[in-house]
T-cell receptor, first 105, second 112 residues
Framework: KNEVEQSPQNLTAQEGEFITINCSYSVGISALHWLQQHPGGGIVSLFMLSSGKKKHGRLIATINIQEKHSSLHITASHPRDSAVYICAINNDMRFGAGTRLTVKP | DGGITQSPKYLFRKEGQNVTLSCEQNLNHDAMYWYRQDPGQGLRLIYYSQIVNDFQKGDIAEGYSVSREKKESFPLTVTSAQKNPTAFYLC???????????FGPGTRLTVL
């Protein structure tokens, strides 16, 4: 079993919809990362969080350390949000398999 | 501009040939990492280096080799011993002791 599980694997939404991507992990951590990978392959760090909630523009990330769960939310989704979203934990940087998001106009 | 560069973006090689992927950073980061990404799987760590002239094996080091002669550079050689080398390779760097990693644009290697 992978230490980091993401759901769903694929997600298609209409522009404007509220998006939620989930990440569960099985080991104790001190920080969790959300990354964004665009079709070209480059990866950008969105959030690093160890408790509570962080917000950046239309993106919100939450984490519950006790439940070993994190969510990434996108409000008012837009086609330019289409990408693969990856969750990673800082125990030797273990990565989830990613969630492929497609936002249709 | 500060950042991480990888070259080339696309690389094709014949089976049985060694190939070296370049990774350079001008962020003055101590630590550098090489990951492999395959479809449907998370990134997997190949090698990492926390300081010049020192590096450690990751989860899937077999068939790969690295060097760290300069702080800015961490080249990865995919040897003929790597059974399934076709993949997307990502390089990353971070400050020593910090969790946040910065990623390069990646190199897609195809072995024919």
């Amino acid at each position: 079993k992978n230490e980091v599980e993401q759901s769903p694997q694929n997600l298609t939404a209409q522009e404007g919809e509220f998006i939620t991507i989930n990440c569960s992990y099985s080991v104790g951590i001190s920080a969790l990362h959300w990354l964004q990978q665009h079709p070209g392959g480059g990866i950008v760090s969105l959030f690093m969080l160890s408790s509570g909630k962080k917000k950046h523009g239309r993106l919100i990330a939450t984490i519950n350390i006790q439940e070993k769960h994190s969510s990434l939310h996108i409000t008012a989704s837009h086609p330019r949000d289409s990408a693969v979203y990856i969750c990673a934990i800082n125990n030797d940087m273990r990565f989830g398999a990613g969630t492929r998001l497609t936002v249709k106009p | 501009d500060g950042g991480i560069t990888q070259s080339p973006k696309y690389l094709f090689r014949k089976e049985g040939q060694n190939v070296t992927l370049s990774c350079e950073q001008n962020l003055n980061h101590d630590a550098m990492y090489w990951y492999r990404q395959d479809p449907g799987q998370g990134l997997r760590l190949i090698y990492y280096s926390q300081i010049v002239n020192d590096f450690q094996k990751g989860d899937i080091a077999e068939g790969y080799s690295v060097s760290r002669e300069k702080k800015e550079s961490f080249p990865l050689t995919v040897t003929s011993a790597q059974k399934n080398p076709t993949a997307f390779y990502l390089c990353a760097s971070s400050m020593w002791g910090e969790n946040e990693q910065f990623f390069g644009p990646g190199t897609r290697l195809t072995v024919l």
